[in-house]
C-alpha cells in the first residue's frame, strides 16, 4: 500500500509538472504574438512618464492612452512617415559599428505623439523645459540649451566633460551645429527632433549628411563618415544614437534614445 502511495503521488507531480511547463509555454507564446516584452524597453527607459504597456496600449502615468501598435502592415518609407509606437523599435541599434544595410536606420522612425507627450505640444510647451549645458567648459565654453526632461540636460553634461578632456577630439565639437530648435525636416512635414531639444549637431565643417548630396533619380551616395568613433562611443555611453549608423547618414546628429540601448527581455 506504502509503494502505491508513493507512485501515486508521483504521477501527480508529474503531472503537475507537465502542466506547468505548458502554461509556461502559452504564457511565452503569448507575450510573442502580442509583441510585447517585460519589462519593456520605453518603460524602463521613460519610467516618469510610462506606467506599462498591455493589450496593445501604451498606458501613460498621467492616465492617458496611447495605440503601440495600429495594426497596418508599411514598407520603410510609410514606417518613416506614418510611424506607430512599435514601430519606433523595428531597427536595432547595433552596438558596434559597420556601413549600414539599405534603409537600415536605427531610431530615425519617430512617432512625433510619442515625443510631444513627454517633452511638449508646442514650441513654447518645449522652451519652458529648456535647460543650460556649458558645453566644453575649459575649452569651446559655449552655451546649449537642451530639454531637462529625463535628465538630457544632465546626459549631456557629462558628455561634454568627458570631450573637454580630449583636445584630439576638439575640433570635432566646436561650433556645434545646434541643439533646440522647433522646425520641420528639409523636404517633409515632420518635426525634427532638434524641436524636443533632446539632440545635438556636433562641428558642421566635419559632417556628412545624405541629403547634401543625394539628388533624386541619382543613385544614393555612398556612405561618408569624418566622425571619430570614439566621439561616437562617449556620446552612446550616455544612450545617445548616432546619425552615422544610418543609410540616410547624419554623421554630425546624437539624438538622446535610451530605449534603443535596452533589450528586450521575458518574464
Known amino acids: 500500500m506504502r509503494l502505491l502511495s508513493i507512485s501515486f503521488i508521483g504521477f501527480i507531480l508529474l503531472f503537475s509538472s507537465c502542466f506547468g511547463d505548458e502554461k509556461q509555454e502559452e504564457k511565452i507564446e503569448s507575450s510573442l504574438d502580442n509583441?510585447?516584452?517585460?519589462?519593456?524597453p520605453l518603460v524602463q527607459a521613460y519610467p516618469n512618464y510610462i506606467d506599462?504597456?498591455?493589450?496593445?496600449?501604451?498606458y501613460w502615468k498621467d492616465g492617458n492612452q496611447s495605440i503601440y501598435d495600429d495594426q497596418i502592415e508599411k514598407n520603410f518609407e510609410e514606417k518613416i512617415a506614418n510611424p506607430d509606437i512599435e514601430d519606433m523599435l523595428f531597427f536595432p541599434y547595433p552596438s558596434s559599428f559597420s556601413n549600414p544595410e539599405i534603409n537600415e536606420d536605427p531610431g530615425r522612425i519617430r512617432n512625433e505623439d510619442?515625443?510631444?507627450?513627454?517633452?511638449?505640444?508646442?514650441?513654447?510647451?518645449?522652451a519652458q523645459n529648456l535647460d543650460t549645458v556649458y558645453w566644453l567648459p575649459s575649452s569651446v565654453n559655449q552655451l546649449l540649451l537642451v530639454s531637462s526632461i529625463n535628465q538630457v540636460d544632465q546626459h549631456l553634461q557629462q558628455i561634454s566633460n568627458t570631450l573637454d578632456t580630449l583636445p584630439h577630439l576638439h575640433k570635432f565639437l566646436q561650433n556645434p551645429g545646434g541643439t533646440?530648435?522647433?522646425?520641420?525636416?528639409?523636404?517633409?512635414?515632420?518635426?525634427?527632433?532638434?524641436?524636443?531639444?533632446?539632440?545635438?549637431?556636433?562641428?558642421?565643417?566635419?559632417?556628412?549628411?545624405?541629403?547634401?548630396?543625394?539628388?533624386?533619380?541619382?543613385?544614393?551616395?555612398?556612405?561618408?563618415?569624418?566622425?571619430?568613433?570614439?566621439?561616437?562611443?562617449?556620446f552612446e555611453k550616455h544612450h545617445f544614437i548616432w546619425g552615422g549608423k544610418w543609410y540616410h547618414f547624419d554623421t554630425m546628429h546624437f539624438?538622446?534614445?535610451?530605449?534603443?540601448?535596452?533589450?528586450?527581455t521575458l518574464e
Open 35 to 40: 509583441k510585447l516584452w517585460i519589462p519593456h
Open 52 to 58: 506599462s504597456i498591455s493589450n496593445n496600449i501604451l
Open 114 to 126: 510619442f515625443f510631444k507627450k513627454m517633452y511638449g505640444e508646442t514650441k513654447t510647451q518645449v
Open 180 to 234: 533646440f530648435n522647433w522646425r520641420k525636416i528639409a523636404g517633409t512635414d515632420r518635426l525634427s527632433m532638434h524641436s524636443f531639444g533632446i539632440t545635438i549637431d556636433i562641428n558642421i565643417q566635419y559632417a556628412n549628411y545624405w541629403q547634401w548630396v543625394y539628388k533624386e533619380g541619382e543613385a544614393f551616395p555612398n556612405y561618408k563618415n569624418q566622425i571619430p568613433l570614439e566621439i561616437v562611443r562617449i
Open 255 to 264: 539624438e538622446y534614445r535610451p530605449e534603443l540601448f535596452l533589450p528586450y
